[in-house]
């Protein structure tokens, strides 16, 4: 019973997408209201369908993920980063306040900005130091940070 109703779930999750990716996707400024960010993958939320069972917070996800069929997210990759966050909510954030301290000199093209009452978050750079995406990395272990910068800032050339 329990297994014909995730099956039942999960149509109406993809019967869902399908009707919001041709309808409606929300800005960035309106999903990072809604705590959803760049990153979010619409697999992302139809993982979350099976966890969390409000059906408002998975159509808002699925307002604001991004397309991941063939497994394009995978290949992007930036030239650099900047770790934004706000000194003063340091304290908060022992997992960022670790990353910055103890690993961040493996990245050399990643950098620290402070910023007053900035949010923890990740700005993506291209090569040309423009940015590309935002992606906010409050409640991010250290290890999911390392493991997102090896697989996605390019390496710096050692001079």
């Not at 906010?136 to 697989?151: A, V």
Request: negative net charge.
């Amino acid at each position: 019973m329990a297994r014909a109703w995730t099956k039942m779930m999960m149509m109406m999750i993809m019967m869902l997408t399908s009707t919001i990716s041709a309808k409606e996707q929300l800005s960035g400024k309106e999903c990072e209201d809604l705590g959803f960010t760049g990153l979010a993958l619409c697999s992302d939320c139809h993982s979350l369908s099976e966890y969390v069972k409000d059906q408002d917070l998975v159509a808002d996800c699925l307002k604001c993920c991004a397309d991941d069929s063939e497994d394009s997210m995978s290949k992007v990759s930036y030239s650099g980063a900047i770790l934004e966050v706000c000194m003063r909510k340091l304290v908060f954030y022992p997992e960022i306040v670790g990353f910055i301290e103890e690993e961040k000199e493996k990245f050399p093209s990643v950098k620290v900005q402070y910023v007053f009452n900035s949010p923890p978050k990740l700005i993506m750079l291209d090569e040309d130091g423009e940015h590309k995406e935002t992606i906010r990395i409050d409640n991010w272990k250290r290890e999911h940070l390392l493991q997102y910068m090896r697989e996605k800032v390019k390496p710096t050339s050692a001079s």
